[in-house]
């Protein structure tokens, strides 16, 4: 490990001395690729120096319990207890920089929520799953559009599409993906019983034109008009765009703006996502069936989280973890939580990597 780290710090040198020179500043292209590569390496480097540091100063405190007094012998033996113990914890991060990064956690990202099972309680759910979303996206400083939702006659929707713009963002959503589930008393029930609903979230890493292409005569491009809670039709213009990507047969629709122009914008990116991942999918299943991107198996079909309101708990049955501040999560609080998805998947990777 110590020989790739020094020659990861040798790197990290070199691309510093070519961003300091005043060629790199007649090519744009080539500085902002260097400066990204740079930011990438800087974590690994800067705890790694801060490892270098720590082990000459166990070798100091060695030399002191060879050579001091009883009382600066008694001083470096303290000192040392506490040097071993930073090394084991710094070694510890820095095997954890040097996995293999996802080339996908710095995108944007789009998240799909659909009502499951439970009826008009399942879509109120799928609200409730959108505001914690965006509420996450806010306190991180992102941005959030709605690219599609179709509104219930509660309050709630059958299905609301999401993107999140903001550096990052994929890496902190992306454990997201599988079925939510939510155990209260609906606001329709008049006994006062606990209904089980689910929504099931979908993430996917925004992609851009370059990453799919797409060739326009594999698509079938339809209007209709949009229509809203009740099915009442609320325009009647023919403004909702409906795209079908005839080779894989994935269909996306898009009624949300008054443009159709727009309409078609956002279907579009959605298309993109859905096929991006697609593809990810097969590369990563070829690669072999049982490695997964994400915790568990990330499939639809796998309850992943369960908000029981009675109880004021949210359990992630993935890692056993579980909260009791249902509200606050529920408002955005999602960080002690998703910081613990990524802690065991780190761990997983480390042990996938000792058994290759």
């Known amino acids: ?193 606990i209904h089980t609903s689910t929504a099931t979230v979908a993430v996917l890493p925004e992609a851009d034109e370059i990453d799919v292409k797409i060739d326009p005569k594999d698509l079938r491009i339809e209007a209709f008009g949009a229509s809203g809670p009740g099915g009442q039709n609320v325009n009647r213009n023919y403004t909702a765009i409906r795209i079908t990507h005839l080779p894989t047969g994935i269909v996306v629709s898009c009624q949300d703006e008054k443009s159709q122009h727009r309409n078609k914008e956002k279907a579009m990116k959605i298309l993109r996502a859905r096929l991006y991942e697609l593809e990810r999918k097969k590369q990563q299943e070829a690669i072999t069936q049982s490695r997964r991107a994400q915790v568990g198996s990330g499939e639809r079909s796998e309850k992943i989280r369960t908000y029981n309101f009675p109880q004021n708990r949210v359990s992630d049955h993935r890692i056993n973890y579980t909260v009791h501040n249902l509200e606050a999560v529920l408002d955005g609080e999602l960080d002690e939580i998703i910081d613990r998805l990524i802690a065991n998947y780190q761990a997983e990777k480390l042990k996938e990597k000792k058994l290759a």
Do not use: C
């Not at 990861?8 to 260097?34: C, N």
């Open 1 to 193: 490990m110590f020989e790739r780290l020094e020659g990861i710090e040798r790197k990290f040198q070199e691309i510093e001395r070519k961003l300091a020179s005043q060629e790199i500043l007649k090519d744009p292209g080539k500085f902002k690729s260097l400066a990204k590569e740079r930011a990438e390496l800087e974590p690994i480097v800067s705890k790694f120096r801060q490892y270098k540091s720590v082990l000459g100063k166990i070798k100091e405190a060695k030399e002191i319990l060879k050579e001091g007094d009883k009382e600066l012998r008694e001083l470096a033996e303290e000192e040392l207890r506490e040097l071993n113990s930073q090394l084991k914890e710094i070694e510890k991060e820095l095997k954890f920089l040097l996995l293999p990064k996802d080339p996908n956690d710095e995108r944007n990202v789009i998240l799909e929520i659909r009502a499951g099972a439970g009826g008009e309680e399942a879509a109120l759910f799928v609200g409730d799953l959108f505001r914690m979303y965006t509420r996450y996206a806010e306190r991180k400083g992102w941005k959030t559009e709605i690219l599609d939702s179709h509104p219930s006659s509660l309050g709630g929707f059958k299905e609301v599409v999401v993107l999140v713009k903001g550096k990052g963002a994929y890496s902190r959503f992306k454990f997201e993906s599988g079925v939510h589930r939510v155990q209260r008393v609906p606001v329709t029930e008049t006994g006062g019983r």
